[in-house]
C-alpha cells in the first residue's frame, strides 16, 4: 500500500485546525450576542403570530438559564376579540445541541408551572378556530400530497417535541361550549429518566375523578408504553354520554408504540393497544351494555405515497380467540375500500365464550362443540360500485349444539307462544301451533301464496343456508351509492330469527345476533325448511296488529288461506315489507290503487318463468282482487293524498326478492303520437296524470300541515311557563321547543313526493 506522503498530512491538520477555531470564534460570537438573537426571534414570533393568525402574544420576560436552556415568565395568548386561550406563569426549556447541528430541533428538559389552556366555543365563536385557516401558498403547486412521507415526518415531529424529561405543576386545561363545561388540572405530570407518572383531576360538571398516566417514555428511541386508569373507579366522562348519547367507560386502558420505520415509500408504525372492562352503550350499538372484558389488538399500520393500511400482520385478541384483520384506503387515483379477516380454524365454544357480555342476550350460556373459520373479503372501487366484491363465509368441523342457552332454539319445531312487540311494548301474545284455530299448516296455505311471497321475498329460500351473498353484495352496493340504508338483504330464515327470538330495535348487535341465530339453525339442521316456512307465515305481521297468514286472510278477504287466489296472494307478498299500510292498497271501493298494478306484472312474469303459475296479460289477477266488504267502510273516508304518502314509506324486512314499487312505470307514447303530437290517451297515461294530480294534493296538504306545526311551535316558544324557572331553563326550554319544530318539519317534508 503506498504511504502518504507526510506533507499531506500537515496540510490537513493545518485545515482542521483552522475549521475548528473558526467554530469556536463564531459559537463565542453566538454565545454573546445569544440575548439578542433570542429578543429578536420573540418580536419575529409575535409579529407573525398577529398577521397570520390574529393572535396577541405577550411575554413577561424570557432569557437563558444556561447554555442552550431558555426561562419565559408571564405568556399569554389571547385571540382577537376572543377569550384568552392560553396562559402560562413560569416555563422553561432545553434543547439538545447535538440535533441542532444536523438541523433537528429535539427537546432536552421542560419545567411549566400555573398554566391553563381555555378552548371555548359560545354561540358558534370558537378561541381556538386560527388553527383550522388554511394559509395561502402562492408558491402550491399541483405536486400530488406523499402520505408516506407525511406520516414519517409528523411521527418524527410529534416524538421530537416530547422531552426527555418533564416537569409540570398545575396545568389546567378547560373546554366549555354553551350547555357544557370540562375541567382536567394536571396537578403534576413527570417525566424522569424515561418513566412517566401523572395525576390529573377531571370534573366535567356531572363527576369528578382523578386519572392517572404512568408508564415509560422513550420518545426519541419511538419506544412508548402508557396506561390509563382513574382512582378507585372507571376512566369515564358523563358528558360524551350526554351530548352524544354514548355511555362508554372502562378501567385500564394500555397504548404502546413499538417501532416505526420508513423504507422503500412506505412508513410503518408498530403499535399495541388494550383494554379491560371496557362498557359501551349507543342506541345504534344495543339496546344493553355491552362489556369487553378484556380485549387488545396488535395494529400493524402501514402508510404509503396514496394509501393507510392496517397490515394483516395485525391481530385482534378477545378473550379466547384471535384474528387477523385487513383494512386498506386508498385515495387516488380512485377511492378504494379493502378489507379482509380471518380467524384460522378456532373451538366453535371459544368464539361462544368469547362474545361480548350483553350483545348476543339468546346465545349466552350456549355450549356447542366442533371448531369454526371465519373469512371475510371485501373490495370496493368507488368508480365501479357495482363490481364491488363481498365473500363471507364461516365453515365448521363437527359443529353441534350441546346445549342451549338462555333461548331453546328447539321452541320453534313444536307449539310455542310468540309475544310481538311494538315501539318496545309486548302486544296480545300468539300461539304458534294447532291449539290457536289461527294457525294454518303449511300444506293448507295456497300454493299461489306460498310461491308470491318467496317470489319476492326470497327466490333460493329452499337452496339457500339462509344467507344470499349475491343480495347482500348489492345491498352494500346500492347503499353507498345511495349513501343511506335503502336496501336490505334479509332472507326468509333471517326474518323468522328476528320475530321470533329478537326485539325489534334497529341495532347493530341484533342484525349481528340474527346472522348467528340462521346460521347456526341452518348448519345444524335445527329446523326443515318447510317448517321454518310454515312458522313463518303463522308468525309474521301482516297489517296493524294482524299476525298469521289465518286471521291476515280472514281479515282482508274472508276466506282461509287455502282459498286465496293468486291476484289475493301477490296483493299479500306485496305488503310483507309494509305490512301496516296494507289496508291503504285499496281504494275505497275495495279495489286495487293503480300504483301496485306494475308490481303485479314483476311478480306475475317470475313466477311464471319458473312455472309457478300460467302466462297471463290481464296483470296475474289484479283486477280481481277485492277487499272484504266490511272493510270498505273503513276506507271511505281516508285522504288519497295521505294514502299516497303511507304507500311510499318502506318497512325494515326488506327481503332478497322484489321490493314492492308504489307507481307502475308509465308507458311513454309512441312513435307516431310524439311525431303529431297526440295525446297519449292510454290508461298508462291516465293513471300518470292522476298520479300527477294526487301528487299536488299530497305536497298542498303538507305544506299547510307544516304552516300550522309552525304556528303553533311559535306560540308555544312566545308563551312558555316561566314560573319557578331561571333565566337559562327558560332559554334551554325555548331552544329546545325550536329543535322539536325543525325536527317536525324535516320529517314533515320528507313525506312530499
Excluded at 400555573?114 to 366555543?121: P, Q, W
Excluded at 369487553?292 to 385482534?316: C, E, H
Excluded at 326474518?495 to 348448519?523: C, D, H, M, P
Excluded at 267502510?633 to 324486512?653: C, F, H, K, W, Y
Amino acid at each position: 500500500m503506498r504511504r502518504i506522503h507526510p506533507k499531506y498530512i500537515r496540510i490537513a491538520g493545518i485545515v482542521v485546525a483552522v475549521l475548528v477555531v473558526l467554530l469556536i470564534i463564531g459559537g463565542i460570537v453566538a454565545y454573546s450576542k445569544r440575548e439578542a438573537i433570542l429578543q429578536s426571534a420573540i418580536s419575529k414570533a409575535k409579529v407573525k403570530a398577529k398577521r397570520d393568525y390574529n393572535l396577541d402574544v405577550k411575554i413577561g420576560s424570557a432569557r437563558f438559564t444556561g447554555l442552550a436552556t431558555v426561562a419565559f415568565t408571564d405568556i399569554s395568548v389571547v385571540p382577537y376579540q376572543r377569550d384568552s386561550l392560553l396562559s402560562v406563569k413560569t416555563f422553561s426549556v432545553s434543547v439538545k445541541i447535538l440535533p441542532i447541528i444536523f438541523g433537528t430541533l429535539k427537546l432536552g428538559d421542560v419545567v411549566l408551572q400555573n398554566g391553563h389552556l381555555n378552548l371555548t366555543s359560545k354561540k358558534g365563536v370558537k378561541n381556538f378556530d386560527f388553527l383550522f385557516k388554511k394559509k395561502k401558498d402562492s408558491t402550491q403547486t399541483s405536486h400530488k400530497l406523499d402520505l408516506a412521507d407525511l406520516t414519517d415526518n409528523l411521527i418524527n415531529e410529534v416524538l421530537y417535541k416530547i422531552p426527555d424529561n418533564l416537569s409540570l405543576n398545575n396545568f389546567l386545561i378547560s373546554g366549555a361550549d354553551d350547555s357544557t363545561r370540562i375541567t382536567m388540572l394536571a396537578k403534576s405530570a413527570i417525566i424522569n429518566d424515561g418513566k412517566l407518572t401523572s395525576t390529573i383531576l377531571v370534573n366535567d360538571g356531572l363527576a369528578a375523578s382523578t386519572w392517572h398516566f404512568d408508564g415509560k417514555m422513550h420518545p426519541s428511541d419511538k419506544d412508548i408504553d402508557i396506561r390509563l386508569y382513574a382512582d378507585g373507579k372507571k376512566v369515564e366522562l358523563p358528558i360524551i354520554e350526554k351530548k352524544f348519547k354514548v355511555k362508554l367507560n372502562f378501567d385500564t386502558l394500555t397504548t404502546k408504540l413499538t417501532k416505526v420505520k420508513s423504507s422503500d415509500g412506505e412508513t410503518q408504525i408498530f403499535t399495541y393497544c388494550a383494554v379491560r372492562n371496557l362498557l359501551v352503550n349507543h342506541a345504534g350499538l344495543s339496546t344493553k351494555d355491552i362489556v369487553v372484558p378484556n380485549g387488545s389488538i396488535d395494529a400493524n399500520f402501514f402508510v404509503g405515497s396514496n394509501y393507510v393500511s392496517l397490515d394483516s400482520s395485525s391481530i385482534i385478541h378477545l378473550k379466547k380467540i384471535t384474528a387477523n384483520p385487513f383494512l386498506k384506503y386508498t385515495l387516488n387515483p380512485v377511492k378504494i375500500y379493502e378489507m379482509k379477516i380471518r380467524t384460522g380454524w378456532i373451538n366453535a365454544q371459544d368464539l361462544f365464550d368469547s362474545f361480548p357480555t350483553g350483545m348476543f342476550e339468546s346465545l349466552e350460556g350456549m355450549q356447542v362443540a366442533g371448531k369454526l373459520n371465519y373469512n371475510l373479503n371485501f373490495f370496493m372501487n368507488s368508480a365501479h360500485v357495482d363490481d364491488l366484491v363481498f365473500d363471507s363465509w364461516l365453515n365448521n368441523q363437527g359443529f353441534r349444539i350441546v346445549k342451549f342457552g338462555k333461548t331453546d332454539f328447539n321452541k320453534l319445531n313444536k307449539t310455542f307462544v310468540y309475544t310481538p312487540y311494538e315501539n318496545g311494548k309486548p302486544m296480545s301474545p300468539h300461539t304458534i301451533g294447532p291449539e290457536n284455530p289461527e294457525f294454518t299448516r303449511l300444506e293448507d296455505i295456497s300454493p299461489d301464496l306460498r310461491n308470491a311471497v318467496m317470489t319476492a321475498e326470497d327466490p333460493s329460500f329452499y337452496r339457500n343456508k339462509g344467507f344470499v351473498d349475491e343480495s347482500i353484495r348489492k345491498s352494500l352496493a346500492t347503499d353507498f351509492k345511495t349513501k343511506k340504508f335503502t336496501r336490505g338483504g334479509s332472507t326468509i330464515s333471517m326474518q323468522l330469527i328476528k320475530n321470533a327470538f329478537l326485539v325489534r330495535s334497529k341495532t347493530l348487535a341484533r342484525k349481528i345476533e340474527e346472522i348467528l341465530i340462521v346460521w347456526t339453525i341452518e348448519n345444524t339442521r335445527l329446523m326443515s325448511k318447510n317448517r321454518m316456512l310454515e312458522v313463518y307465515f303463522n308468525i309474521i305481521e301482516w297489517g296493524r296488529n294482524i299476525y298469521g297468514i289465518g286471521e291476515a286472510s280472514r281479515y282482508y278477504f274472508g276466506k282461509s288461506p287455502s282459498e286465496l287466489t293468486l291476484g289475493e296472494s301477490i296483493f299479500l307478498a306485496s305488503i310483507v315489507p309494509r305490512p301496516k299500510a296494507g289496508l291503504y292498497s285499496f281504494q275505497p271501493d275495495g279495489t286495487l290503487r293503480p300504483g301496485l298494478h306494475g308490481y303485479f306484472n314483476l311478480i306475475g312474469r317470475l313466477m311464471a318463468g319458473k312455472g309457478l303459475t300460467q302466462r297471463d296479460t290481464n296483470a296475474y289477477g289484479f283486477y280481481s282482487v277485492r277487499l272484504r266488504e266490511g272493510l270498505r267502510r273503513q276506507m271511505a273516508p281516508i285522504d288519497t293524498a295521505v294514502v299516497d304518502s303511507l304507500m311510499q314509506q318502506g318497512g325494515e324486512n326488506t327481503g332478497v326478492g322484489v321490493e314492492a314499487p308504489v307507481y307502475e312505470e308509465p308507458k311513454r307514447p309512441n312513435f307516431f303520437q310524439r311525431l303529431l303530437g297526440k295525446k297519449d290517451t292510454s290508461q298508462a297515461a291516465k293513471v300518470e296524470e292522476k298520479i300527477k294530480e294526487t301528487n299536488e294534493m299530497i305536497k298542498t296538504r303538507i305544506k299547510q300541515e307544516i304552516e300550522a306545526m309552525k304556528t303553533d311551535y311559535k306560540l308555544k316558544i312566545d308563551n312558555v311557563d316561566t314560573a319557578g324557572r331561571t333565566k337559562k331553563e327558560v332559554k334551554e326550554e325555548k331552544k329546545r321547543l325550536k329543535q322539536e319544530m325543525k325536527d317536525k318539519e324535516k320529517d314533515m317534508k320528507s313525506r312530499l313526493p
